[in-house]
Nanobody, 124 residues
Framework: QVRLAESGGGSVQAGGSLRLSCAAPRRHFSSSSMGWFRQAPGQEREFVAHSSFDGTSTDYAESVKGRFTISRDNAKNTVYLQMNSLKSEGTAVYYC?????????????????WGQGTQVTVSS
């Protein structure tokens, strides 16, 4: 069992910024591509961002392009999600997950390990 641990959520006003972190076990992290998803109340979990195992390739949902940045520090076994210019519709529980080789980047059900999630609340 691989345990991922998110942190950094909180409450912020619209237009503000937050940085989320997700730590993973060393032996698993360095060879795994990682994704961020979010789930608002009553809605399905949706893709936010993805990073290849070495950070050289990234993908973003259209709704966050230009505002969110995914990055990773393999020396610290941590992936980050920098969120700028937050909007009220960004209020959700944010999850990090690891993606097996060959799995779809944007489909949550294809990811294998998940964190417990961290709440982000954006007030207008």
């Amino acid at each position: 069992q691989v345990r991922l641990a998110e942190s950094g959520g909180g409450s912020v006003q619209a237009g503000g910024s937050l940085r989320l972190s997700c730590a993973a076990p060393r032996r698993h992290f360095s060879s795994s591509s990682m994704g961020w998803f979010r789930q608002a109340p009553g809605q399905e979990r949706e893709f936010v961002a993805h990073s290849s195992f070495d950070g050289t390739s990234t993908d973003y949902a259209e709704s966050v392009k230009g505002r969110f940045t995914i990055s990773r520090d393999n020396a610290k076994n941590t992936v980050y999600l920098q969120m700028n210019s937050l909007k009220s519709e960004g209020t959700a529980v944010y999850y990090c997950a690891s993606r097996p080789v060959g799995a779809s980047v944007m489909v949550a059900s294809t990811y294998d390990y998940w964190g417990q999630g961290t709440q982000v609340t954006v007030s207008s």
